[in-house]
Structures are given as structure tokens and as C-alpha cells.
Nanobody, 126 residues
Framework: HVQLVESGGGSVEVGGSLRLSCTVSGVPWKKHCLAWFRQAPGKERLGVATIDSEDDATFVADPVKGRFSISKDNAKNTLYLQMNSVKPEDSGMYYC????????????????????WGQGTQVTVS
């Protein structure tokens, strides 16, 4: 049974920090691309960051580069998104995702590349 469960969302002030977590179960930890996406109301779901499950190579999207980082704890099967210096435009629903294969992990990619999704966690920056 595949399950991705996000946590850690909430309200944060501009310039503050937040760490999102995603516990992954039922997905082979190897040979997958793991990712965080976000979606604002009425807008497309966009990739924020990815991490290769095997070599830990990361990709961070330009709008959050230098402020957000992605990491994982293999022992805990948990994916993280550290959000620093947040801005109002960082608000939205954040989803973790897992996709089979690794070739697209460093970009370009879209949400179509990822077949497993969590239910999302809301982040509001004000």
C-alpha cells in the first residue's frame, strides 16, 4: 500500500522558516525521484525541488533557489523541505511526490512524471 503523508505546514510570517516532512511508505526507496510541488489557488502545480533517491542529487527551482532545500532521511523514509526567508508568493498547498525512474529528476519535469502523491499540506505566508 503506497502512502505519502505530508506534515509541517501552517502559517508563517514573511521572512520566517518552516520545515515540511513527508513520510513515504510502500514505495521502493531506490530508483525513484522524490519531489516537492506547490499549487496556489487557480494556478498550475509546479515543481519546487527534487532529490534523486540513489545519489542524493538535488534540483531546486529558480523561484526558491537559495531559500529552500530538499533532503531525505533514508532510515526514516522521510523527505523534507526546508523553507527559509519565505515570501507571500510561497503560499499554497505543498505536495510531496514520488516518480519511477531518475532520468528526469534534475529537470525539466512536470507533475505528469510523478505517479504517487501525498494529500498536501497548506502553507500560508503573511
Amino acid at each position: 500500500h503506497v502512502q505519502l503523508v505530508e506534515s509541517g505546514g501552517g502559517s508563517v510570517e514573511v521572512g520566517g522558516s518552516l520545515r515540511l516532512s513527508c513520510t513515504v511508505s510502500g514505495v521502493p526507496w531506490k530508483k525513484h525521484c522524490l519531489a516537492w510541488f506547490r499549487q496556489a489557488p487557480g494556478k498550475e502545480r509546479l515543481g519546487v525541488a527534487t532529490i534523486d533517491s540513489e545519489d542524493d542529487a538535488t534540483f531546486v527551482a529558480d523561484p526558491v533557489k537559495g531559500r529552500f532545500s530538499i533532503s531525505k532521511d533514508n532510515a526514516k523514509n522521510t523527505l523534507y523541505l526546508q523553507m527559509n526567508s519565505v515570501k507571500p508568493e510561497d503560499s499554497g498547498m505543498y505536495y510531496c511526490a514520488a516518480g519511477e525512474g531518475r532520468s528526469y529528476c534534475s529537470g525539466p519535469f512536470t507533475y505528469h512524471d510523478f505517479g504517487r502523491w501525498g494529500q498536501g499540506t497548506q502553507v500560508t505566508v503573511s
